[in-house]
């Protein structure tokens, strides 16, 4: 553990010393490749004057509510595709299609279906992350081990009690990475969206950053965004793959 903070604290010190000497070598102008110490300035002048800390309790509501959405409906798609056939075929085919497109691509239809407000936002990421729920969830329910469902019928478990105790739990580990892959996809769906949309969010930031010539605001908010992502990796996904890890003995001692 310690030589793993060591190495960390290794990378990172070499990193802003290359960010450092780049930006006093001015290979590029200050405005456009500002210093660390500038950023540091614009995170520190953000969250001082509040700005983003708004910013943050928007897009923390906005992803809440769409990916709390896309993992209701994925989930449910997702077993209703590995219970029936017909679903699969149909509907299982369309979300496989459906899956591969960036979620840029239903900004657009956001734009005319919904104009520019929350409803716009919110369809981009359940649309941005529904699909990967959903197959994910297929993939881990169907790759469940026979042994384990005899077990269970063995045992007396019927239908909704073999799926509720038996295949979820089973499937579980694929299920968890696919609300894992699910959230990253919402994520980049909502910083997509907030950038289009003229709403206050982390992404409209970047926007007003940019439209500023403010390098030392975007950059400061692109390190805001990445925190977010790391925090809730660790403690929400990363608590739960250990609580996995733990229950079928998978842990490892670093």
Not at 29 to 50: C, M, Q, T
Not at 89 to 106: A, F, H, K, M, R
């Amino acid at each position: 553990m310690k030589t793993r903070f060591v190495r960390q604290i290794l990378f990172y010190g070499i990193l802003l010393a290359i960010w450092e000497g780049l930006a006093l070598a001015q290979v590029w102008p200050g405005y456009i490749f500002p210093s660390p110490l500038d950023v540091l300035r614009s995170l520190a002048e953000g969250f001082r004057d509040s700005t983003f800390w708004v910013a943050i309790g928007i897009s923390l509501r906005r992803i809440a509510v769409g990916y709390g959405i896309s993992v209701i409906l994925g989930g449910l798609l997702g077993l209703l595709i590995s219970r029936f056939s017909v679903v699969k075929d149909t509907v299982g085919n369309l979300s496989l299609g459906l899956q591969t497109l960036p979620s840029i691509c239903w900004l657009p239809l956001a734009l005319l279906w919904f104009g520019i407000n929350e409803r716009a936002i919110y369809f981009v990421v359940i649309m941005g992350s529904m699909f990967s729920i959903t197959m994910a969830t297929h993939a881990g329910v169907r790759n469940v081990q026979p042994i384990f469902i005899k077990a269970g019928r063995n045992l007396g478990a019927r239908r909704i009690t073999l799926f509720r105790e038996v295949i979820i739990p089973a499937a579980m580990p694929s299920i968890l990475a696919g609300l894992k892959q699910g959230w990253s996809f919402s994520w980049r769906s909502l910083m997509a969206g907030e950038l289009l949309f003229v709403n206050l969010g982390l992404g409209h930031l970047l926007m007003m950053g940019r439209e500023l010539n403010d390098m030392s605001r975007v950059i400061a908010v692109m390190i805001v965004i990445a925190a977010i992502s790391i925090l809730t990796d660790k403690f929400i996904f990363g608590t739960a793959e250990s609580h996995l890890q733990r229950k079928w003995g998978l842990e490892t001692k670093t």
